[in-house]
């Protein structure tokens, strides 16, 4: 189990280690020196200690903790636990929105995932730095106690959403006290799933079977579910996007939230927005896939206007005259998508353009 949860971390994610201490210094300059090298990371050291070096120093947590709280997806911390908890007490919004906290004391003895143990990931980067460092992590989340897997852990594993995130405390609590959980998918499986396939403590449904499941992965959620079940959703709605020069990012994400909407779909579903390279540069699409915590991509010309005649795409004169191809959000959609289909066509609304393609896999 740890070292499928190690195996499954983000190694591109931003991570930011602080201390207190010249001892502390030396164990994040420990754990930094191990870590992939995809890992963004960076080094924050309080004033007094005297050999700075690269690192960023501060003169007070409550300086830094709020702004790197936004920054970072992995905050580990090097002094006492109660300092940490009195310096995020006030910043924690839910556990799908706040970064993983780890703790460590100034030797590197322990290892405590403070926050996000799951969906985060903090209890899978505390094997990872015990692996590291040799530091023991001190894991309290009671399903790994006892040896399970939680849902919410499995969708950290692939990239997926949980939905609605209060539902969690009671199937995970289903699944310490009956040591099954009933799971049923609206979309193909692939190798990559083969793990939690073959956990013993699920059991996988067949269509006729849905209405018993206490997990379902589906990116279009129903409201009516019951609170002893749970949606993970896979990102697998891409966004094609085109615009004026200039349009707001709340009117962009207006014209998206519409168009899943009207899919009946989860905006957790969003794997990214696609567009035009002319479009790189696009304030309000940059901050539209900043607020949806959504990559944000574009393609040449000549790419998209492949699509459009591979595909007979809806065809637009204007954008055909203006910049040559003709059209952006539908064959932007299909490119972002890889393998999938277009299932919303061209929307139109105060000068946006909305596609959404499916991908046909988890």
């Known amino acids: 189990m740890k070292s499928d949860m190690v195996e499954?971390?983000?190694?591109?994610?931003?991570?930011?280690?602080i201390?207190?201490?010249?001892?502390?210094?030396?164990?994040?300059?420990?754990?930094?020196?191990?870590?992939?090298?995809?890992?963004?990371?960076?080094?924050?050291?309080?004033?007094?200690?005297?050999?700075?070096?690269?690192?960023?120093?501060?003169?007070?947590?409550?300086?830094?903790?709020?702004?790197?709280?936004?920054?970072?997806?992995?905050?580990?911390?090097?002094?006492?636990?109660?300092?940490?908890?009195?310096?995020?007490?006030?910043?924690?919004?839910?556990?799908?929105?706040?970064?993983?906290?780890?703790?460590?004391?100034?030797?590197?003895?322990?290892v405590i995932p403070l926050l996000s143990g799951h969906l985060g990931g903090a209890n899978a980067w505390a094997n990872l730095i015990s692996d590291l460092i040799g530091a023991v992590p001190v894991i309290t989340t009671a399903t790994d106690v006892r040896g399970m897997t939680a849902p919410d852990e499995y969708a950290r594993r692939y990239g997926w959403k949980v939905e609605p995130v209060h539902h969690l405390p009671k199937v995970n609590r289903l699944l310490l006290e009956q040591r099954l959980l009933k799971v049923w998918a609206n979309h193909p499986w692939q190798p990559e799933h083969k793990t939690w396939l073959s956990d013993p403590h699920y059991r996988f449904l067949s269509e006729n079977e849905k209405d018993q499941a206490n997990v379902i992965i589906d990116a279009f959620p129903?409201?009516?579910?019951?609170?002893?079940?749970?949606?993970?959703?896979?990102?697998?709605?891409?966004?094609?996007?085109?615009?004026?020069?200039?349009?707001?990012?709340?009117?962009i994400l207006d014209r998206i939230t519409s168009a899943v909407e009207q899919l009946g779909a989860s905006l957790k579903a969003i794997s990214g927005i696609y567009s035009i390279d002319l479009k790189s540069d696009e304030v309000g699409l940059i901050e539209a896939a900043k607020s949806l915590r959504v990559p944000f991509q574009t393609f040449p010309a000549d790419e998209l206007q492949s699509v459009n005649l591979e595909e007979q795409l809806n065809r637009?004169?204007?954008?055909?005259?203006?910049?040559?191809?003709?059209?952006?959000?539908?064959?932007?959609?299909?490119?972002?998508?890889?393998?999938?289909?277009?299932?919303?066509?061209k929307t139109k609304g105060q000068g946006v353009t909305v596609a959404i393609s499916l991908e046909n896999y988890l």
């Open 222 to 251: 129903k409201s009516n579910l019951k609170s002893d079940c749970l949606y993970l959703i896979p990102p697998i709605l891409s966004i094609g996007v085109g615009c004026r020069r200039g349009v707001a990012r709340e009117v």
């Open 8 to 17: 499954n971390l983000d190694l591109k994610s931003n991570v930011t280690l």
């Open 316 to 345: 637009s004169n204007f954008v055909s005259e203006k910049i040559g191809v003709d059209g952006v959000c539908e064959a932007a959609s299909l490119l972002g998508a890889k393998r999938g289909r277009l299932v919303l066509p």
């Open 19 to 110: 201390s207190l201490t010249d001892r502390g210094l030396d164990t994040i300059l420990r754990i930094g020196e191990g870590l992939p090298k995809t890992v963004v990371r960076r080094f924050y050291i309080h004033e007094k200690v005297v050999e700075q070096g690269n690192n960023q120093p501060f003169s007070r947590l409550s300086d830094i903790v709020p702004s790197l709280w936004q920054e970072s997806s992995v905050l580990i911390f090097v002094m006492a636990t109660g300092i940490v908890v009195r310096q995020i007490a006030s910043l924690i919004e839910g556990k799908d929105q706040d970064p993983a906290v780890l703790v460590l004391d100034e030797n590197g003895k322990f």
